[in-house]
């Protein structure tokens, strides 16, 4: 069984509230309900100290209903942190930009 916790961050961090649990390895904030299709999505996430980067780590958007992680609609890689310490917290955020009608994606 799981469990769950909110864990305030420090005043002046980029987090303000995040939900973790002892499952949770990679938590995606403030992830809205909807999307304007013609503007740049920005997809914030922290990595816990339960999981270690890797470069072929990826953040992907998926269709509703998406069953296995082959339904992405477009992904983007994600960048490796640097000066990484084993065991550490790290905040990430990639950008899926917008052109010509299309989304094509760009690490931020």
Known sequence: MSSFQV???SPGSSVSVME???FAHVIFQNVGK???PQAP???RYTLTPYITPHPKDWVGIFKVGWSTARDYYTF???PMPENYEPGSTVHRAVVFQVEN???SVHPN
Request: aromatic share 12%; with cysteine; hydrophobic share 40%.
């Open 7 to 9: 864990v305030d961050s």
């Open 20 to 22: 973790t649990s002892n």
């Open 34 to 36: 909807s999307f304007l």
């Open 41 to 43: 999505l920005e997809c």
């Open 76 to 78: 983007v890689w994600s």
């Open 101 to 103: 009608s299309c989304i």
